[in-house]
């Protein structure tokens, strides 16, 4: 069998975040695979821009990129105790493609935030944005890495061996899923 395709779609637009370092430390502990990191930098979505010019290349790309990968691992922020504008806005577009990209989908949610919760309302408020999409996002564990940046070493690495732990539990379980 050849290696599974992994699709990472980080929350966060800023270079080098916690969530887009959680999402490349994820994908090194789920194993052998093909990964790539999803581009979620979209205009804002707009009905009259859709009539006006279709969806955009752009949200078609993430479209196909879910539709192609065998799994899909997300890490949210949390901004006001609830996921990126960036994240919801993407769900929005690709909502509007055609297919269903997500179903049945074998989906990990997670989430890194700077205070001591590590995101957990965010990642909440996320898996309530993806019901309609009826993916298969699974349940536990629950990954919420809380002061995420003290987080990692310098090799990019989770420091926290609890954290290092359930990550690898919730990667093999994705990979069960597949």
């Not at 502990?29 to 859709?50: K, M, R, S, T, V």
């Not at 493609?97 to 997500?102: C, F, N, R």
């Not at 309302?121 to 309530?128: F, I, K």
Request: a negative charge; glycine letters at 8%.
């Amino acid at each position: 069998m050849s290696s599974p395709k992994l699709l990472g779609i980080s929350g966060a637009l800023r270079k080098g975040s916690t969530n887009s370092q959680l999402l490349l430390e994820a994908a090194r502990l789920f194993g052998d695979h093909y990964y790539i990191e999803a581009d979620i930098n979209f205009p804002l979505y707009d009905a009259d821009d859709e009539e006006a010019s279709g969806i955009p290349a752009v949200v078609q790309t993430l479209a196909d990129q879910i539709a192609a990968a065998d799994a899909v691992i997300i890490s949210t922020p949390e901004y006001n105790k609830g996921p990126s504008g960036a994240l919801k806005n993407a769900l929005d577009w690709v909502s509007r493609t055609e297919g269903a990209p997500w179903a049945a989908k074998p989906v990990a949610v997670m989430s890194a935030a700077a205070g001591r919760a590590g995101g957990e309302r965010a990642q909440m408020v996320l898996r309530g944005f993806m019901v309609p999409f009826r993916p298969n996002i699974l349940q536990g564990p629950e990954i919420h890495l809380a002061a995420s940046y003290e987080a990692f070493d310098e090799n990019g690495h989770l420091k926290g061996e609890m954290y290092v732990k359930e990550l690898t539990v919730l990667m093999k379980a994705l990979r069960g899923l597949i």
